[in-house]
């Protein structure tokens, strides 16, 4: 085994950093710094781990990446959770990855989760919402698992402007600028994951109504056969209103297997629990990850339809052969008897 030397110590003009007064790292240096980098600030002496463990930097840091956890029912759930906001953002910040499903796990269903979803345009929020989803009635179990965040009426204004020259809102406009965040919270085991790809997985104009349809998925594993494994795909509509002003129209996720069918709330919601527990958290690589691993999936939607279209031209060809088969040996015996 290699021995690993210890770093050198972290240092600035004139010294080390440990010369610094505590209060000033903590109140004019760490407070300046994103997740990612205080978590890397942190690893560098055990000094700077203790200041960085303060949880009002890392409310303040959840707080501004995602304006939606400021909902008094967020706070009060974020409370909970073991190191409090380092916690929350260590689970939701990264991008999920789940590929391996465990036929040993089990777990009590929650009551509900907690859906806490960002919409951001040029990384600034122009959409935030929290939607409460109870998960213990027939209904939910029963029906197709769908999260509708806005009414059929319903819209949000916002401030994005179609661009001059495009006759109609552009679909390369909102590609490059719109990105989601989509947090599900169970408050009953203190975890949190982000299901969303950060940035568009595809963008289409919607045939009749013209509306921009942009879609953002999580791939995860399933229990087996057509759900080895399943989309949870979060679409946002967005249209666009005379004078130019861009309205969100849609905002709604459902979770969907290899054939293309909806799961229910009950099997959505074993695969979401096992994804929350088990499920790894890992930095994206320039928000074209989730794009790649959802175009697998299609690719796996393809090759199994073609194996079911193969099998059933086989069975086909089977079944007209026993039927051939049956005809000529009963016009035989007819013929013959």
Request: charged share 25%.
């Amino acid at each position: 085994m290699v021995a690993l030397s210890a770093p050198p110590p972290t240092t600035i003009q004139g010294g080390t950093i440990s010369a610094l007064h505590p209060d000033i790292l903590q109140n004019h240096i760490l407070t300046l710094l994103d997740g990612p980098t205080l978590t890397a600030i942190a690893c560098a002496s055990s000094e700077l781990h203790a200041l960085s463990a303060e949880d009002k930097l890392w409310q303040n840091i959840c707080t501004s990446t995602w304006p939606s956890i400021n909902d008094p029912t967020v706070r009060s759930i974020i409370a909970t959770f073991p190191s409090g906001h380092r916690s929350f953002f260590s689970d939701s910040f990264p991008l999920l990855h789940h590929n391996h499903h465990s036929s040993s796990f089990s777990t009590a269903s929650p009551e509900c989760f907690v859906s806490a979803v960002d919409i951001y345009y040029k990384n600034v929020p122009i959409f935030s919402i929290v939607e409460t989803t109870e998960t213990l009635s027939d209904w939910f179990k029963n029906s197709p698992f769908r999260v509708d965040l806005l009414e059929p009426k319903e819209f949000v204004q916002t401030w994005i402007q179609h661009r001059p020259s495009e006759k109609e809102l552009s679909m390369k406009q909102l590609e490059e600028n719109i990105t989601l965040s989509w947090i599900l919270i169970d408050p009953k085991g203190r975890r949190a994951m982000n299901l969303s790809s950060e940035r568009p997985v595809s963008v289409q104009r919607h045939w009749l109504t013209g509306e921009v349809v942009v879609k953002f998925s999580t791939i995860m594993a399933g229990d087996g056969g057509e759900k080895e494994f399943v989309e949870s795909g979060v679409t946002v509509c967005c249209g666009e209103k005379e004078g130019g002003e861009v309205e969100v129209r849609e905002v709604s996720m459902v979770m969907n297997d290899l054939e293309g069918r909806n799961l229910t709330g009950k099997d959505g919601l074993v695969i979401l629990q096992e994804a929350l527990e088990r499920g790894e958290r890992r930095k994206g690589k320039g928000g074209n990850e989730g794009k790649g691993r959802y175009g697998e999936f299609v690719e796996r939607k393809k090759e199994r339809k073609e194996r079911m279209r193969k099998f059933e031209k086989a069975l086909d060809m089977v079944c007209i052969g026993t039927g051939i088969a049956f005809l000529v040996s009963f016009w035989t015996f007819i013929l013959f008897r």
